[in-house]
């Protein structure tokens, strides 16, 4: 299982950092994914980090200004977010598969959430 956490209320500018832990499953072994999703839109990849070298993908919105790290040592995958903006305001879930991918339908492992409100 997963679960996110590091969520809050922050001003346009500012920075925050997301962690996501593992357990149950072999963490080395799965890429991992932060997907976001705002009211009354579709869920959106943010960025995911594949295994081994762990080479990193973000979306356009967030490149340049995000972060994704993993600590396999830790089981853990970390989304530091700077200059956050109204636009990344958004429930961020953590999510985990074996191959990697942009849709959260090939996902199977989720976090719960963790509420990112950025104020303008």
């Known amino acids: 299982q997963l679960q996110a956490s590091g969520g809050g209320l922050v001003q346009t500018g500012g920075s925050l950092r997301l962690s996501c832990a593992a357990s149950?499953?072999?963490?080395?072994?799965?890429?991992i994914a932060w997907f976001r999703q705002a009211p009354g839109k579709e869920r959106e990849v943010v960025s995911c980090?594949?295994?081994?070298?762990?080479?990193?993908v973000y979306a356009d919105s967030v490149k340049g200004r995000f972060t994704i790290s993993r600590d396999n040592a830790e089981n853990t995958v970390y989304l530091q977010m700077n200059s956050l903006k109204p636009e990344d305001t958004a429930v961020y879930y953590c999510a985990g598969n074996d191959w990697g991918g942009s849709s959260y339908r090939s996902y199977n492992y989720w976090g719960q959430g963790t509420l990112v409100t950025v104020s303008s």
């Open positions: 149950g499953f072999t963490f080395g072994d799965y890429v």
């Open positions: 980090i594949h295994t081994g070298p762990g080479s990193k």
